[in-house]
């Protein structure tokens, strides 16, 4: 046993250091030996809403490196919903293990309880490794989760709005560069076709791209050659291809020192989440390459975007209306950018903080 004299200060850096680093509210620790459920949740910011993000299902390397992803992961939700103009908070969780053996009933009710006990500050939706079905799994539990199948009321997948606010993102970054957002006879690179990927595939191909795909699903990548006539790389190889655009639409942290000074496109613009490894040393390297980086947090928020809808009343016309203002404050961040010569992602911060920092002064005056 663990004797704890009084007065004892218990810190643990591993945990309070990121929640420092991030400014994070809370994070709450969720374990169940039965079902071999180990989560975290991660609550960003609260001062727009209710902290909303999806449960990410992955077998981490580390529970360090879980932890460091769900921190980054719910602050980029905090900036998502505020750059988007939807009186949300940002939240995350994730769930730490292989999905195809831990999957069951039974953890996701257990998660659903942990949830349910944060009296509302989160609500979840589905993720990386999680499905519909899971989600109607936790709400069994809890009335804090959207996502849901549409059968039961919910927006169903959100991965055809979330395609759609990052193909937004593109055409707006060609118009700045260009002076046309037309996007036939572009070149594009996209890196990881699943649900989101693949919707933009088809989105390009439909404007006459010329499309390179790369993903570790060898049947996604002979559909979208075979369907959309996609050219197959290897995925390392993607980063070398001299093309107009390149698109992260798999994991985070895809854009470092190596990968930039590798890249020969003109744009970036994908739906990865935290695409830069390190936000100012790799958005400066960017912007000193003279490429266009379209802030991820903020095309990619169509996702967002359509569970938002649903916690509100579904309705995919709506949602889908929604994301295409995508194109809009692209051209806007673009713009901010240059005049105040900074890159793109922190003109992209600069403008969520400032919606924080106008609710938060609103509420105290309240």
């Known amino acids: 046993m663990i004797e ?4 004892t200060v218990l810190h643990d850096a591993r945990i309070f250091g990121p929640m420092n680093e991030f400014e994070h509210e809370q994070v ?3 374990q169940d030996k039965a079902t071999g459920l180990k989560a975290i949740i991660a609550i960003h910011n609260t001062i727009l809403g209710p902290g909303l993000g999806g449960t990410r299902f992955f077998n981490y390397t580390s529970e360090n490196d879980a932890l460091r992803d769900v921190m980054r992961l719910s602050r980029g939700m905090t900036y998502k919903a505020a750059i988007s103009g939807l009186n949300l908070g940002g939240a995350k969780a994730v769930i730490i293990g292989d999905p195809n053996q831990l999957k069951s009933e039974g953890l996701f ?16 939706a589905e993720d990386v490794g999680t499905t519909t079905r899971d989600m109607e799994y936790i709400r069994m539990e809890t009335k804090h989760v959207v996502g849901l199948p549409e059968i039961k009321g919910g927006g169903g997948d ?33 890196q990881g076709i699943g649900k989101v990927g693949f919707h933009l595939v088809e ?12 993903d570790i699903n060898d049947a996604s990548l002979q559909k979208a050659a075979s369907q959309y006539n996609a050219i197959v790389v290897d995925g390392q190889d993607l980063f070398d291809l001299d093309v107009d655009i390149f698109a992260p639409c798999a994991m985070g942290a895809v854009l470092n020192t190596d990968t930039i000074n590798r890249l020969k496109c003109s744009i970036v613009a994908g739906a990865a989440n935290n695409q830069l490894e390190n936000e100012d040393e790799h958005g400066n390297m960017i912007k000193d390459k003279g490429i266009i980086y379209a802030p991820d947090f903020l095309i990619n928020a169509g996702g967002l975007i359509n569970v ?27 713009k ?23 609710i938060k002064n609103l509420k105290s005056t309240l």
């Open 4 to 7: 704890i004299k009084e007065n």
């Open 28 to 30: 709450m620790l969720c």
């Open 109 to 124: 009710r257990r998660f659903g309880r942990f949830i349910e006990n944060l009296n509302g500050k989160y609500i979840t």
């Open 158 to 190: 959100p991965s055809p709005v979330t395609a759609y606010g990052v193909f937004m993102g593109m055409k707006a970054s060609a118009k700045y560069l260009y002076g046309s957002d037309s996007l036939n006879g572009k070149t594009v690179a996209i």
């Open 203 to 214: 989105r390009l191909h439909a404007e006459g791209a010329k499309i390179y795909v790369s």
């Open 308 to 334: 938002y809808s649903e916690h509100t009343g579904y309705n995919r016309e709506i949602a889908m209306g929604q994301a295409e203002n995508i194109y809009d404050t692209t051209l806007e961040i673009l």
């Open 336 to 358: 901010m950018a240059n005049r105040q010569d900074i890159h793109t992602q922190k003109a992209a911060i600069l403008m969520a903080e400032n919606r924080l920092r106008q």
